[in-house]
């Protein structure tokens, strides 16, 4: 069973700059597509960004022109940049991944992602 290991969270302040990084434990293992997700405290979970491994990305509405997402295939690692960090940024953070390469239009789906982290939190103080 792969295992994803997310790390970067922590207690930040407003504006603020955090980069996240998400690597598979299984060396071996090279996901068609990694996401991020996030989910606060009573709120549903929502998708943040994701990247295929060969070319192709989706950011959604909520951290457009915030964040962004990257992907270094030799490290096996995806990044999430996040910049101008805002207390409504905070959230538990998910690292997603998928065997299968997704239509950019269905990157934000959870039913892309086979595999799912424990999640990195970051805390955004005002």
């Known amino acids: 069973q792969v295992q994803l290991v997310e790390s970067g969270g922590g207690w930040v302040q407003t504006g603020d700059s955090v980069r996240l990084s998400c690597v598979p434990s299984d060396a071996t293992f090279s996901p068609a597509v990694v996401g991020w997700f996030r989910q606060a405290p009573g709120k549903e979970r929502e998708f943040v960004a994701a990247?295929?491994?060969?070319?192709?990305?989706s950011i959604g509405d909520a951290v457009k022109g915030r964040f962004a997402i990257s992907r270094d295939n030799a490290r096996n690692t995806v990044y999430l940049q996040m910049k101008g960090l805002k207390p409504e940024d905070t959230a538990l953070y998910y690292c997603?991944?998928?065997?299968?390469?997704?239509?950019?239009?269905?990157?934000?789906?959870?039913?892309?992602?086979?595999?799912w982290g424990q999640g990195t939190q970051v805390t955004v103080s005002s």
């Open positions: 990247i295929r491994r060969t070319s192709g990305s």
């Open positions: 997603a991944a998928g065997s299968t390469r997704p239509i950019i239009s269905a990157m934000s789906l959870a039913r892309v992602y086979e595999y």
